[in-house]
């Protein structure tokens, strides 16, 4: 298959998807058929994208034959290839969740069509080559979110969604001001040609280059959650069924933490000085603040969304020290987080939806009558909490011997000490939720619902899916690790990247 067609299928894919949805709207089961084949063609296309990555390194084309820079970019790199690949998987793991874990409807009244739009949204972010069309993507981000977020209209899901859509509607406009900036000091917004300018140390508006990147630090830190710009997260992810927040929780974050790797070391790399102690500061508080917070939360789904902050910062600790093991312990540890943080959400929706409840003080003996599930979730909060061998050791290794090689001691005691309470935290829910008696008084008011046992082992799949993915990322991390090393190599040495996009069109 062409580069070119692989570059711009998985922007078809889940539009067309989406109006095939459409097509057959309130037709929940035809609509559930059209939206399951676009999951997995959608996955095809992803396998298909990165197998021609790794065997080029680099593959761009230009929307419209229009030469670069002047163009629509799309590129993809072993970095892009990786997230759009996470998050295919994920997609179809949440797609068969909501088969029965989704009421009737929702899925009936717009959920499909709009999560296939998310990802056509996320799959803009990884491709686009250019500056002002990754802030059009976050844009479609954004509004598929908002949708998402209130999709059913309860109380809770609109004040969750105003919060998320308000502070989100800042981001973009401090995002589009840095994107007025930079095109006015440097008159491209082309990613490779921008990436050649700001490396010239004569253009005489490089020092301006700076105020550029604190509007794009503070916009995409607002959409990843760092701190302290984090505090719509938490009242905001566990508002929607378990079916969105999963999806939104385990990949949106991350999304803003991939585009912020790309930016500080495509673009923002003239005034290091200043900005990796700023970026290590931030890391060490989005970690502590993060975790501190779901070790205070007595809700399911609060605590994994607090968690979703402290994780951020682990992801911001590479990028502050800024070698070539620590950018791949970053990329590493977004995979490893994508597929962790969507597996508990939908353990927790499991929970949920037997107990009518995410409140810790009213469940309880989860192990006795669901003792696959308890190891499906002791697994993968293990795996959270970076419990070796499990995937998340292996992030969390990476980045503090990357951290200890570059002398950032601090960051380093910071990060450990947050694995700890991270495992605390992970202790409380095991012993609240699936180890100790459910209390007496809330057996009598809150019955548990009757599950068909076909049913269960429905909701069951995608968890177990997502665990075998995390289980030999754990066991056999060296292929990731190589992987993400071969990533982070290509996000510090531009030349290929440079290269291939402003030559694609020229050799044409």
């Known amino acids: 298959m062409p580069s070119d067609l692989l570059l711009v299928l998985p922007l078809l894919i889940p539009l067309y998807g989406a109006l095939l949805c459409l097509a057959f709207w309130q037709r929940e089961q035809w609509m559930a058929v059209m939206a399951g084949l676009a999951q997995v063609a959608w996955l095809l296309c992803a396998f ?4 021609r990555v790794l065997a080029l390194e680099v593959i761009a084309t230009q929307v419209g034959n229009w030469p670069a820079p002047y163009g629509i970019t799309l590129a993809a790199d072993v970095f892009s290839a990786m997230m759009l690949t996470s998050a295919a998987i994920i997609g179809l793991a949440v797609y068969l969740f909501s088969l029965q874990g989704l009421d009737v409807t929702r899925r009936r009244f717009g959920y499909y069509p709009l999560m296939l739009l998310l990802q056509m949204g996320v799959a803009g972010v990884c491709l686009t080559g250019d500056l002002f069309n990754l802030y059009v993507w976050f844009e479609v981000l954004l509004i598929c979110c908002f949708a998402l977020l209130s999709l059913g209209g309860g109380k809770g899901q609109l004040e969750g969604a105003i919060k998320y859509v308000t502070i989100n509607f800042l981001a973009s406009g401090l995002l589009l001001s840095g994107v007025g900036i930079t095109y ?14 700001v490396r010239q140390p004569e253009h005489p508006n490089l020092p301006l280059l700076s105020m550029a990147s604190v509007f794009f630090l503070v916009g995409f830190g607002i959409k990843a ?9 938490p009242a905001s ?3 929607p069924p378990v079916a969105i ?13 991939y585009t912020l790797i790309r930016l500080f070391t495509l673009l923002f790399v003239s005034d290091q000085g200043f900005m990796l102690p700023l970026l290590a500061i931030l890391s060490g508080f989005t970690m502590l603040i993060g975790v501190i917070g779901a070790a205070a939360q007595t809700d399911f789904k609060k605590i994994l969304s607090f968690h979703i902050i402290s994780q951020i910062g682990y992801m911001l600790m ?6 070539p093991l620590a950018i791949a312990g970053s990329i590493f540890f977004i995979i490893h987080n994508i597929f962790v943080k969507t597996n508990l959400f939908l353990i927790s929706g499991v929970v949920a939806q037997r107990y009518r409840t995410f409140s810790l003080k009213k469940l309880g003996g989860v192990y006795l009558l669901q003792p696959v599930l308890s190891v499906l ?7 959270l909490a970076g419990t070796p061998p499990l995937s998340g050791f292996w992030g969390k290794l990476m980045l503090a011997r990357a951290g200890l090689e570059a002398g950032n001691y601090t960051l380093v005691a910071v990060s450990l000490c947050v694995s700890l309470i991270t495992l605390f935290s992970m202790t409380k829910i095991w012993n609240e939720v699936f180890w100790k008696p459910r209390p007496v008084a809330v057996k009598k008011d809150i019955a548990m619902a009757p599950i068909n046992p076909l049913r269960l082992w429905q909701l069951y799949l995608p968890i177990v899916l997502l665990l075998a993915f995390i289980l030999f990322t754990g066991l056999y991390a060296r292929p990731l690790v190589r992987l993400s090393e ?4 290509g996000l510090l040495h531009i030349g290929t990247y440079t290269d291939t996009v402003l030559s694609n069109n020229r050799a044409k």
């Open 48 to 51: 298909m994208l990165m197998r």
């Open 184 to 197: 006015s000091l440097f008159g491209s917004l082309n990613l490779a040609e921008l990436a050649l300018l």
């Open 225 to 233: 959650a760092i701190f302290p710009l984090f505090f719509w997260l």
């Open 237 to 239: 992810y566990h508002t």
């Open 245 to 257: 927040s999963s999806f939104i929780a385990g990949l949106i974050t991350k999304t803003g933490m």
């Open 318 to 323: 590479g990028l502050a020290i800024y070698t």
């Open 377 to 383: 979730f002791l697994l993968t909060a293990l795996s």
């Open 486 to 489: 071969r990533a982070a190599n």
